[in-house]
């Protein structure tokens, strides 16, 4: 520290010689010295990082809880977390007393999360807390070795064959891999406060497609094409276990024999006797119905078994199922009560946009606020202004600026503001309640306002200081309905977002790739068979979850399959929306929409739609423009075509959202994750053109009091901006809002 006149200046040494600077070594000819003492110390200083990271005091127990939900149970003990980071830190296992002794051993980790007590006691396989949901691609690979999987030529299986499940390998879709370690999935589990991470991949289209896929399996081997697990179409290999004894047709002791076989291998003996009977008795029908070829019987019954072992709750789950004699509660039924009808449709741009290229000063703006400020602020990322559109908010005297610039890849967008149609959302993001940069350090805030996994749930949830507890926002309107004789319905889009997670009802997942949602071969198969395996409640809070997300999802899907395959929908769609991925998203929104009056059909009668689409590839470090803004665009011009046809255009809104904005000064090659950013929506009922909000007063973080630094904005107003409106909207009662918006008051 340096004192200068009574203030304190931290002055901090400078290890790294920057450019031009002359290096110490004399040895070094005068052109390679900078070179080399350049990369010498930058080598230093990575290793110095990396050794602060290693040997942080949070590193310890987060890798160890971590590496305890992957191999154990998902919910481990403080006692169990410490003595496996104990292990870690120390390189010695208290158990078995092995380890190297130095920080950050694996060999001492894994034995101290293995051998501990709360990995190896049979008791605590009856809690049914205890244990864990198995990740897809585990469960696939103890069915292709138990099951003796044989390759093709003896070729090892292809790398990225069988995405189809929600996994593979080294495909994670991004640094947080396939799922969340604090996903908490309704049910038993999150009424216990329990989290089960691999339950966010148990969603209708990856269960659906698994299943599918395993019949393929067991029926033809492993290949892509129709509904196969492979996303080759090359046949990659076939299953050769065959646990039937004898060679012979199976009769009723060579099938018990066969399953009890296949209960050891799949499910750790845990199989219950119910179980077991209803998949026998299932194979032993399909033997008999495959023909006289005792071959063919054997096959057609092996087939079954398999198939059927892997619907049976005891192969998705770790502990023990203790299953009941009650029934699972069906799903009630419901019917439109013939209010008129809405849809609110919440697009979620995953990875932060670069919303500051969404909405720009134009220059027509009070103080120094204009175009050449932001060319000249955002530098590289700045969109040059032929490339730019003009709108005219009707509230302009309350911004900043009278006229703004939007980007040509939105001119759909600007269009339907500017027609009356949209509206602006300038600097708004994730808060609990408003505040300065005066109050950075004293003000209420979101957690990690700039990390993906937290600014993504206080998105969706709207309720930032309650954490994973917290419904969606999309999922609460629903709740707010509930009693009052309006019908909702939730849907999102090949995904299970925490925005459509509700208390009073599940959210349907709609798969694109099926057309809207896949029939499951087995359950068509063996309806009775399926329905018994899943139908009974469990005592394990894990199989419950199971149990019922499969039956449901199986239930749905059939349902929409029903009215799709049925041609009840009154007409094909009106807009042509191409084959983009949000396109294809759009177009089933509008598919579901049209169904709303199709049929008695318990699915789809609602007085509410609630939709939840999402787009990728929005964390633009290295990029100067999102990529499929411009392909967004085209498919809400599409989706209000649609939706005008329809008679619905003013009955729907749509609104666009991001974890979080990004920094107003470029990295040099793209921008980094900030905080306040620019959205807009869309809707025939929508006030003309109105910007709620206001815009930063400058683009310099000197001209402003929101600036957080290093480029970051904080938020003038919370995303309650827009909900607030929508949940009026929509018809929400007035005393409910502010369940629906926790924060809302604050605002």
């Keep these: 520290w340096v004192s200068v006149n009574g203030f304190m200046f931290r002055n901090a040494p400078t290890f790294m010689p920057f450019a031009g600077e002359k290096p110490v070594d004399r040895h070094v000819p005068a052109e390679g010295r900078l070179a080399v003492a350049s990369r010498h110390a930058a080598a230093h200083e990575t290793d110095a990082v990396i050794k602060h990271l290693v040997r942080h005091e ?59 007590r709360e990995a190896r006691s049979r008791t605590l396989d009856a809690d049914p807390g205890h244990g864990s949901a198995r990740e897809p691609l585990v469960k696939m690979l103890q069915l292709f070795r138990t099951q003796e ?12 064959g069988i995405k189809i499940v929600g996994q593979d390998f080294m495909y994670a879709p991004s640094v947080f891999g396939f799922y969340l370690p604090s996903f908490m999935p309704s049910g038993p589990l999150e009424a ?57 047709a199976p009769d009723d002791a060579a099938m018990n024999a066969a399953v009890d076989a296949l209960d050891l291998a799949l499910t750790d003996g845990r199989l219950s006797a119910r179980s077991k009977a209803e998949i026998v008795a299932a194979a032993l029908a399909d033997a008999a119905a495959a023909g006289p070829d005792p071959a063919a019987q054997r096959a057609a019954a092996l087939q079954t078994a398999g198939e059927l072992m892997v619907v049976a709750p005891e192969f ?52 120094e606020l204009s175009y050449s400020q932001y060319k000249k602020i955002r530098g590289p990322v700045a969109i040059k202004e032929e490339k730019l559109v003009t709108v005219r908010p009707k509230n302009g005297h309350d911004q900043p600026c009278s006229e703004f610039y939007m980007t040509s890849n939105l001119t759909n967008v600007a269009d339907m503001f500017t027609a009356g149609d949209g509206a602006l959302f300038p600097n708004t993001g994730n808060l609990i309640k408003p505040f300065t940069k005066a109050e ?27 954490g994973t507890g917290a419904k969606g926002v999309l999922g609460r309107i629903a709740d707010a309905f509930e009693g009052t004789g309006v019908t909702t319905a939730l849907y999102s889009i090949d995904s299970y977002p925490t925005i459509v997670r509700a208390a ?21 198969r063996h309806k009775a068979a399926v329905t018994a395996l899943l139908g009974k409640q469990s005592k394990s809070y894990f199989a419950e979850t199971y149990g019922r997300a499969f039956l449901d999802s199986l239930g749905v899907s059939e349902g929409v399959r029903t009215l799709l395959d049925a041609a009840v929908v009154s007409a094909p769609a009106t807009a042509d929306f191409g084959d983009g991925k949000i396109e294809k998203r759009f177009e089933l929104v509008g598919t579901i929409m049209r169904l709303r009056t199709q049929g008695a059909n318990p699915v789809r009668l609602a007085d509410r739609d609630l939709f939840a689409v999402s787009m990728g590839s929005y964390d633009t470090h290295g990029a100067k423009y999102e990529p499929h803004t411009k392909e967004l665009d085209g498919a809400l011009l599409k989706f209000k075509e649609e939706t005008n046809a329809q008679g619905v255009w003013k009955n729907t809104v749509v609104v666009a959202m991001s974890d979080f904005g990004r920094t107003i000064q470029s990295n040099g090659r793209g921008t980094d994750h900030a905080w306040g950013g620019n959205y807009f929506a869309i809707g025939g009922s929508i006030k003309d053109k109105v910007m709620l909000s206001s815009f930063v007063e400058s683009m310099d973080a000197d001209g402003h009091d929101l600036d957080w630094g290093n480029g970051i904005v904080i938020p ?3 995303y309650e901006v827009y909900w607030g409106p929508i949940t009026d909207w ?18």
């Design 58 to 116: 949070n590193t310890a127990p987060f890798i160890s809880h971590l590496l305890i939900q992957r191999l154990v149970t998902s919910n481990p003990s403080p006692r169990y977390i410490k003595a496996v980071a104990t292990a870690f830190q120390t390189g010695k296992d208290a158990v078995s007393g092995k380890g190297s002794g130095r920080w950050g051993c694996m060999d001492a980790t894994v034995r101290a999360i293995l051998l501990d």
């Design 149 to 160: 999987f044989v390759t093709k030529g003896g070729l090892a299986l292809r790398a990225g």
């Design 192 to 248: 216990h406060r329990l989290v089960s991470p691999e339950n966010q991949l148990a969603i209708a289209p990856l269960m659906n497609a698994m299943m599918n896929g395993v019949s393929k399996l067991f029926e033809f081997g492993l290949s892509g094409g129709e509904q196969g697990l492979s996303a080759t179409s090359v046949n990659q290999g076939r299953l050769s276990f065959d646990p039937i004894p004898g060679s012979g």
């Design 316 to 367: 998705h789950i770790s502990n023990l199922v203790g299953g009941s004699d009650d029934d699972r509660p069906p799903t009630p039924p419901q019917t439109a009560s013939g209010v008129p009808y809405k849809a609110v449709v919440g697009v979620m741009l995953m990875g932060g946009a670069d919303s500051f290229n969404f909405l720009i000063p134009k220059d027509q703006c009070d103080g």
């Design 440 to 466: 950075k350090f004293t003000a209420r805030k979101p957690a990690y306002p700039q990390a993906h996994n937290f600014a993504e749930r206080h998105m969706q949830n709207m309720h930032a200081q309650l």
């Design 504 to 524: 009073t009802k599940d959210a349907v997942i709609l798969d694109v790739k099926a057309g809207g949602a896949a029939t499951v071969s087995i359950y068509q």
């Design 716 to 718: 003038k107003w919370g």
């Design 730 to 747: 929509v018809g929400v009662d007035f005393e409910r809002w502010g369940y629906v918006l926790p924060n809302l008051h604050r605002f």
